[in-house]
């Protein structure tokens, strides 16, 4: 590989009321970097780019793009070379086309999903040591995507041949055959996870948090504000990846996830960890099975081309219900 | 009246496997007091006084007593005149009869509940400080008992106007009846609780944590050890009494709730907190519902004379599933 | 005794700066129930009651009084001929001249300390579940006085034989005679707290929060607005009281405690807790000695009758640093 | 550069008596790995690899080595290449002359400091979920060391031009210049921090924490112990950093750093945060100043060639009392 792929960057979701959003995304303690009638940008309380979460005002909730960080201009070329040599068809956006973002690269990736690079983006003050901002969940910073898509193995093989993540954890399902896996350039857990379902589609946004009481105070403020039923699953511990998690629905159905317990994979003999689905501890670690709708619900993607939604294929493994995923 | 409750004391509980039970409650953080081949006294951290937990081997699991603490040995004179008065068949048993307790006590209530009153227990070292014998829960004292009975409103008259309980909140059903409530001698949310349904049984025990954490860890330590499946409910926050909660089983399916978050119920111009079935707030302030194993199954109450099983008693008020009962 | 006091009340401080003191006390998460250009009414998340905190606008810092509050109307007329036979002078504010309450009883106790009782206050909203306000310390109820007095043994003597209070724990000094002590009507550690010193003086306010990490969070919080210097004390915690505490001077040098950690005080074989002068553990718990302004600093109080600042005499005991005191 | 460091991998320290700093050690909740009479082989809950402090018993306190972990053997190779062209002298330690460990390479870095290179380590059963060991602080891994230099620029230099270290916050004292430098291969705060001093010292090794309740934990459950007196400084919250942390002096007075709080810094456009000794906001963001030990006292360092311990100098910039240094 001739370029670098730093870590999650942003994602870029529609939305079909702004106010509304902002409204809930603002009890989870995002900031608000910027907006306008069409656009809020977001950002975590420790990031100094400008946001993280783009909602854009459209007639119908979608997910326009998931966004990775590249070091260099460079890298860039190198991906688009690399990705037309593949045969994908790539878009540029030059700078000055998107706020506060250099020009990016876009590409329908080898699941289909809306795959998204930049290296420049605007830097604004970092907030990290203003406490008296702090707000519900207290958002410090991306994490992570989890998509579901129709042969996980596929992904998995680009994404760590071809792009050169690393494997942290997965699970073997039938056949030994991979069944979802959590991949990572940054040494946390994942930048991204795949599991086996109907896709391609987005089945949430993974933000990270400071310790695990601001996942309690965000359940209650969620709750004195109304929000009880937008928490779908959680807190509970997931076996897989050890995360005390919170899977939150904002307005549109978007699935967020609020995490925090990651641990540190920078090593080279750091094995990635199997879990199987018979061994009882793939399952949730404590506490209760998901829901169904957080099994089969999840974000619609866009064509990087035409702007269109992207059709979606079955799986290629046998569909259980994934208590054991994250 | 001419007596003093002064709150809940202990509970006395048939198991039938006592190294099972220990390794159980040795997780959530209990000490173990004192113990023989039939009997394994327990205390909280914070408890001066040598047990609130009592577990008794047999050969099957049942509540042989719930036992209030009162001011004085006069006060057991006088409560044994107010139960005959009323009708009741009293049982003492006298000091020496039962080890680390003065003379107690016992009458099948107006609910049928074995209730047991005693004003004298040995006392022992208080573990406060000792923080290095905290362990899971780092459970720090008794609570309260949760009750289902068949006739909720006939026992909250029996306790707030014949006993002295005063009620912090209670639960409003069909043409505005009781149908259930908390009750308070010591200025907390209740030192019992009572709810519509099938009895006299003991629907749960309550313990008090030292914080929101302790709960987390306890999970978390209950998970490691193979006692996920014990894990009944939560954690959540009630709406009703603020709890922040964790329902657990024990291997005999005595039902133990950990919990933190109280407010002081010390004055008289605090009004009871009615919450109408048809009051969303009513229900689990956040997270999910309660599994229907936590509305329908409680531990069965002995006869204080015989020790025979009591029979149970289908509700007077119709029976709905209780999610926003504690 | 014919007279049931309840708990502490509230605390009546002249300050020099309404907006200056607003700032500092919506920091820490008081709840302003009202205010006008001379007085601000604070309130705890958990309290039904109007105040328990008024800050008066005045030319000098100074304590007003210090309040209980009583079950009921006639215990405010046991009280007074109670102080009346003793040789006191007693002060009657009439209902209506003081917003939100009813009629207070006033007294120059046996300390000097401008004392004040009362059984009635307006009841507003309690906002115990309203997390969407939560901010800061999240203060949820005043908890108890600490007071500097002269003669730590007169006080002891008085409250715990003629006002029914109870004592906790306290610390033995020379000739093993009462250095300081902790005194309580509600079943907690305090109401009240004596210790030697130059007195009468109001050594601090104490309030109670729901849990250690609100206390980490308002030390976070107060940072970033500046506060800092404000913070004199903590966070650490106490031997004596078990309590997790944080010291604070507000704008005007008042000293407020916020702490958590309290255990349950109900019983009578309760027996009060020794801490010798030269026990190791009757120091800090762990972390680090009072600085010197917390062992000789401390609001001055008034006259109950003249308004006037009351004069202090030096302590009955050797005065030592207490590092050991709370 | 040819080599890739990944980060802080072990602490290799002399003490005298290992029964005693056995007892301390385990009550901060390491991992014990492997002993015998002269060793205590040291991990953290999350580390797959057989330890990160390694205690050898000696005569007198000392630091042999501050050891980073590289990705390849080619990497000890190319480091080696490196050292030996720029005129240092180093050693290499063949495989199987230290346990657990694949051959190492030593050399007296730039500020004297015995740093230690390695690839290979045994890997050991990771603990993560084994919640039930968790005891104490729950330590989880090793993080960083913070040395005392007479010239930080000179290492500060070395360490980012020739070794491929980034800064992530740096305080500048007389004339701008460089007195204290944090330094991260990893993508954290640091791997490595220098301060100006008496030098060459190691400070303290940091481990890294869970959340903010395991230090607080900590504190108890030392406490508890009678190590109180070994709570040097702290809990607080750095500015610099960020980072909520607790000194500890171990019994032969080696000081330990526990600590949570970090942030990301794997962006290239994360620019070095600048801290002004005139900066108020510098010092500790709230709380205590650090007392003077933390500020004179460190482990003195030895010889890798010849095992004698290895002199210092005074400081190149002037000295002051660094409140402000983590």
Not at 189 to 204: E, I, S, T
Not at 206 to 222: N, T
Not at 267 to 294: C, N, V, Y
Request: proline share 5%; charged share 30%.
């Amino acid at each position: 590989m001739n370029f670098d792929i730093i870590r999650t960057g942003r994602a870029i979701l529609h939305v079909t009321d702004l106010d509304r959003s902002r409204h809930f995304y603002e009890a989870l303690g995002f900031i608000e970097t910027e907006s306008d009638d069409e656009n809020i940008f977001y950002r975590g309380l420790e990031e100094h780019n400008h946001h993280s979460l783009w909602l854009k005002k459209k007639e119908k909730p979608a997910v326009e793009a998931i966004s990775y960080k590249v070091t260099s201009e460079n890298d860039l070329d190198e991906l688009a070379d690399f990705y037309t040599n593949k045969g994908y068809d790539v878009k540029w956006m030059k700078k000055g086309t998107q706020p506060a973002v250099g020009r990016t690269l876009r590409v329908q990736d080898v699941s289909g999903l809306p795959t998204e690079y930049y290296a420049e983006m605007k830097t604004v003050e970092r907030l990290l040591q203003r406490y008296d901002l702090y707000k519900g969940a207290k958002v410090q910073r991306i994490d992570h995507f989890n998509c579901m898509v129709a042969d996980v193995e596929k992904a998995y093989d680009f994404y760590t041949k071809e792009l050169g993540f690393a494997c942290s954890e997965y699970t073997a399902g039938e056949e030994d055959r991979i069944w979802a896996a959590w991949l990572h350039r940054k040494p946390s857990v994942h930048d991204v996870a795949y599991m086996n379902g109907k896709g391609p589609r987005l089945h949430h946004v993974g933000f990270w948090l400071k310790d695990p009481m601001s996942l309690i105070d965000c359940c209650d403020v969620l709750a004195s504000m109304g929000y009880a039923p937008n928490i779908e699953r959680g807190p509970g511990r997931h076996g897989l990846s050890n995360a005390f998690f919170l899977y939150l629905r904002d307005p549109d159905g978007h699935r967020v996830e609020l995490y925090n317990g990651d641990y540190l994979t920078s090593d080279p003999d750091f094995k990635p960890i199997k879990w199987d689905l018979d061994d009882p501890m793939r399952q949730t670690f404590w506490g209760h099975e998901a829901p169904d709708s957080w099994f089969d619900e999840a974000s619609v993607v866009l064509d990087v081309h035409t702007g269109e939604e992207i059709g979606q294929n079955e799986p290629t493994l046998k569909k259980r219900k994934p208590t054991f995923v994250i």
